[in-house]
Structure formats: structure tokens, C-alpha cells
């Protein structure tokens, strides 16, 4: 099990940029695949963003393609949602999750998650 904390959530105008941050618990994200989803009210966890344990391959929802971009910094430990041109569409609870090495497009695929970090943004 890896714990996960999120963090860089907010509130935002439209247009405006947010970066979130997902840092483990006492353990190294090394050989874990990272995604990021996200959640309304009502709603099923939706898939936003992935990247592979390397940091090579990376996968987006049709959503957020050319707006969001998913890194990591494997010495820092540290994975990344860099969030542009948000959209009040974009508002939710995003989560950060975990799993070892090849990406997951759904929630199910994930047996790690974080507590949250809710994003709104303002018309």
C-alpha cells in the first residue's frame, strides 16, 4: 500500500493555470505508474491523466488533451498535474492514484489513492 497526498488545489478563474502535486507516504513512487482523477458530485471517477513508472509514456482524456500535462520527478519523488486554460467544466475533486509500472485508463485498475484536492473554477 502507498499512501498518497495531494496537494495545489484552489480556486481559479477561467483561463487561469493550477499545478497539482501527489507526493507518496515514506515510499518511493519509483516503480509505479501515477494517475490523476477526478470527481463531481454524482458522478463516477473520471480518468484524467497517466504516466508510466519511467516517466516515457503518458496517456490524457480527450477533455483535457493540450490543457493538462502529467510529469514526474522520480528524485523528488513527486508527481505533477500542470493545469491550463482551465475550464469551469474542469471543476472536481481530483485524486492522485497508484499502481506498479504500466499505466491504468480507468479507476479500477488503481488499488492506491490520495484524499483529494478539490479545484474550482470560477466563469
Known amino acids: 500500500q502507498v499512501q498518497l497526498v495531494e496537494s495545489g488545489g484552489g480556486l481559479v478563474q477561467a483561463g487561469g493555470s493550477l499545478r497539482l502535486s501527489c507526493a507518496p507516504s515514506g515510499r518511493t513512487l519509483l516503480t509505479y505508474a501515477m494517475g490523476w482523477f477526478r470527481q463531481t458530485p454524482g458522478k463516477e471517477r473520471e480518468f484524467v491523466a497517466a504516466?508510466?513508472?519511467?516517466?516515457?509514456?503518458?496517456s490524457y482524456a480527450d477533455s483535457v488533451k493540450g490543457r493538462f500535462t502529467i510529469s514526474r520527478d522520480n528524485v523528488k519523488n513527486t508527481v505533477y498535474l500542470q493545469m491550463s486554460s482551465l475550464k469551469p467544466e474542469d471543476t472536481a475533486v481530483y485524486y492522485c492514484?497508484?499502481?506498479?509500472?504500466?499505466?491504468?485508463?480507468?479507476?479500477?485498475?488503481?488499488?492506491?489513492w490520495g484524499q483529494g484536492t478539490q479545484v474550482t473554477v470560477s466563469s
Open positions: 504516466i508510466n513508472w519511467g516517466g516515457g509514456s503518458t
Open positions: 492514484a497508484a499502481r506498479l509500472y504500466n499505466i491504468g485508463l480507468v479507476s479500477s485498475d488503481y488499488d492506491n
